[in-house]
């Protein structure tokens, strides 16, 4: 059996989704980031970080989100894995892309404008986070003008995994990035994406 460990409200929402996406059954332990369960040894001897997601998949325990998704794809043979070798590596491309330019710079941007209290926001860290997600959106862009998806005319795991990780950016106007837009849209429109973020909302 499954399990997946972090609340939808975590980066385990992406994880959530794919599930959605493969139609698997799963158990849950829908905790939060830091929530006392993270901290416990038990935990740790999962995940030596202390945070979700993680997932245990009959005994294989594995971490990070992105590996989480792509190793699902590939296990249950799922067409978001594509055959070929060089989509493949597009698929590990733009997942390894999303984790080093946007994971946590939409994070910090999305707090530290709207989703903290007005107290504790702060404007340096909103100005320097967007400094680095405005090029980032720019690169989306791009590529969506040359193709539907990220990888060509197919949905993959590289949706899944860029687009679940913006799930912050739902909140922010991309009218300036037309094609992001409208991809993200029919990404979040998807109904295993529609499921997961209504345990979050
Ligand atoms: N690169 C990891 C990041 C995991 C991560 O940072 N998770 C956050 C929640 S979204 C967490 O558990 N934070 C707890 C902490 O920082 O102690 C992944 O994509 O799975």
């Not at 998807?190 to 997961?196: D, E, I, L």
Request: proline share 5%.
């Amino acid at each position: 059996m499954l399990r997946i460990y972090g609340s939808a409200n975590s980066r385990a929402l992406r994880v959530i989704w794919m599930a959605g996406e493969l139609g698997l059954k799963y158990e849950h332990s829908d905790w939060l980031p830091r929530a006392p369960e993270t901290q416990t040894p038990a935990y740790r001897a999962l995940n030596a970080n202390g945070r979700v997601p993680t997932i245990d998949d009959d005994g294989f325990i594995l971490s990070e989100s992105m590996a989480i998704n792509i190793y699902l794809a590939q296990k249950h043979n799922s067409p978001l894995w594509p055959a070929n070798l060089k989509q493949q590596a597009l698929v590990m491309q733009w997942s390894l892309w999303e984790t080093d330019r946007l994971d946590r710079q939409i994070v910090d941007y999305v707090r530290h404008t709207v989703a903290l209290p007005a107290a504790e926001r702060k404007a340096d860290i909103a100005a320097a986070s967007w400094k680095q997600v405005a090029p980032a959106f720019d690169v989306l862009e791009t590529s969506l003008t040359e193709s539907t998806w990220l990888i060509g005319e197919a949905f993959t795991v590289a949706d899944v995994n860029v687009a679940g990780a913006l799930y912050r950016a739902l909140s922010i106007d991309l009218g300036k990035w037309p094609r992001l837009d409208h991809w993200m849209k029919r990404c979040w429109e998807r109904p295993a994406a529609k499921a997961a973020r209504a345990m979050r909302e």
